[in-house]
């Protein structure tokens, strides 16, 4: 049976188990995936049809791929607003499947922007579909670049003229995806420094989590008695409650990665950039580095010691090694060293998550929403600024994925897609996501959408009426004095305007009210209704710290030295006021 190319394409993609496409008008695929009966979901602009589709993928880490479809073609308008989220993408090696209409043929000669060309910087491969018959050749390759190695994005132009091919003559079956496994000598060597170090400490990237690897992350950490420490984006690889979990962020993981003399790194590209830590000494230290990609091995530190391969058979390997040497004593001195860091550090933050003050500190928030979810079912994730900085400091993820950490580069508004794609990832769970004044302008026309597809996830606004610590407070002048100031909730309420497009929406003033105004908004998400909560918050942007090079270090000349005003603790020091992000 002849069948028209895009209609091909779209039986392809069922083929391939995905469950829907986001997607904005116009494209003529979306024509045939309606025709062919793929669920719709059509976001308020370009950049949120990427973003929910890259969402999808990163909650599912990989397991479900996102796709969705933009505008292009010779009006590339909507190629040219989704820009933004696919180099976003492709910054967090999120593997994403864009759909672009191609240029006619013969009709390249009327436009002098080139797709394929503007997209190879920030896409793992961009494939041109020039002929009916190659559309399964082109996804059959698209989903093998997205389904094994580094994940990343992937470009497909599929122009409107393509005409059609023969289906029987050009069937398509799923692409499985391919792993490949470590060099057995580089496993027992890396073992071998790490059976040597005093103090290491296992550090923890997304790769982890990309590899379906979280048992053998445990297997391995408690066999080797190694802190865990994870990146933001791998928070929720290791479970935080877990005895021997140092977090992401703050003075208990800075003094375990100051103290580590090995530091044994599985799944991360150990670059280090606004959102994680440096490597403090790593001229002093053994750095061991376990990863999928050569890209990351001398790039940021020399590299000593290596491991390269997926991140599951690396850790099986390990494993298999390990337990052959009989694995390591249990330390109990390093669970009581853990647990009594992790008090002093919460001795800080407590007070704060308990505040009876008003306007309300945000950690009360944070505090009360903690106790009314269940860990185990739930999803978190926050937006960029303090909402991201305060959750991850404070916020305890017990599952893979109870938290979405994400951004090398850290694009307001992208909370919002992280609840939505986990809600449709995962029904069974609370969704929540967190967002600042910012945040919420960066996400606000897409609110109908959520509302119109029912999906029952609650927005938690933390107004405090600007860019909190760009401006002067109590930790100083703030770095962005001149631009932080936006309308206070007395003129301007978010919660309203969400109200008006569908949403269950509320204020809350006061810090007794929180618990009650969460429980309501959940009842709500229960019966399908999308919840928008903005709580009037003061300004506290203080919240754990990422390790910079000390001035002078080999490496610092990755980061300028800040200001001194801007960093009362020094830069390196620990609970930090806020930077320039
Ligand atoms: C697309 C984009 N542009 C600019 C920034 C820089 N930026 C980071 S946080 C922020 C302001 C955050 O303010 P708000 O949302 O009110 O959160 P708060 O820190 O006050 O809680 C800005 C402008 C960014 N992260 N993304
Ligand atoms: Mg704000």
Known sequence: ????????????????????????????????????????????????????????????????IGVCTVMANLNAAGLQMAYGAIAQAWEDSSPLLVIAEGVGRGAS???HYDMAEAFKS????????????????????????????????????????????????????????????????DVKAALRVLLSATNPLLHVGEG????????????FAELAQLPVLTTLKAKGAFPENHALSVGVRGSLAEHFLKKSDVLFSVGSSLFPNRFSHAVPGAEKKAIVQCTVDTLDINRSYETRHAVIGDAK???????????AKGG??????????????????????????????????????????????????????????????????????????????????????????????AKLAYPDRQC?????????????????????????????????????????????????????????HASACMATMAKAVGFYGEDVTQPSEVIPALRRAFDENAKGRPAFL??????????????????????????PPPHPALSPSGGEGSEQFPLPQ
């Open 313 to 323: 058979l690396t850790l099986q390997a390990l494993i298999d090694e390990l337990s």
């Open 1 to 64: 049976m002849k069948i028209k190319a895009a209609n091909g394409f779209a039986r392809i993609l069922k083929s391939e188990g995905i469950p829907w496409v986001s997607c904005y008008p116009t494209n003529h695929v979306n024509n045939a995936l309606g025709e062919e009966g793929v669920p719709i979901l059509m976001m308020g602009e370009e950049r949120f049809a990427v973003a929910v589709a890259d969402a999808f993928s990163r909650v599912t880490s990989g397991k479900q």
């Open 208 to 219: 982890v989590l990309y590899a379906d690897a979280t048992s053998e992350l445990l297997r």
């Open 432 to 488: 929540v996501h967190v967002t600042g004044d910012a945040g919420v302008c960066y996400m606000m026309g897409n609110f109908e959408a959520v509302a119109r597809y029912k999906i029952g996830i609650t927005t938690i606004h933390i107004n405090n009426g600007g860019y909190s610590g760009y401006g002067p407070g109590f930790w100083g002048a703030g770095h962005d004095p001149y631009t932080w100031q936006v309308s206070t």
């Open 122 to 185: 920030v896409t793992k491969w961009v494939g041109e579909v020039d002929r009916a018959d190659l559309v399964p050749d082109y996804v059959r390759r698209a989903f093998t670049q997205l389904r094994s190695g580094r994940p990343g994005p992937v470009l497909l132009i599929i122009p409107r003229d393509l005409g059609e091919y023969e289906e029987d003559e050009h069937p398509y079956s799923p692409v499985k995806g391919w792993r490949s496994g470590p060099d057995p000598d």
């Open 328 to 421: 390591v004593k249990k330390k109990a001195g390093l669970v009581d060293e853990i647990r009594a860091g992790k008090e002093a550090f919460l001795a800080k933050f407590r007070p704060w998550m308990e505040s009876k003050e008003t306007p309300i500190n945000p950690y009360r928030v944070f505090g009360d929403l903690m106790k009314v979810l269940d860990p185990k079912k739930s999803f978190v994730t926050a937006d960029s600024g303090n909402t991201r900085d305060q959750t991850s400091t404070v916020y305890e993820a017990h599952i893979p994925r109870g938290y979405l950490g994400w951004g090398n580069v850290s694009t307001l508004g992208f909370s919002l897609a992280g609840a939505i794609a």
């Open 534 to 559: 903005e709580f009037i918050c003061s300004h506290h942007p203080v919240h754990g710290g990422w390790i910079r090079p000390a001035v002078g270090a080999h490496y610092s000349r990755l980061f």
């Open 109 to 111: 000669r009327h436009t």
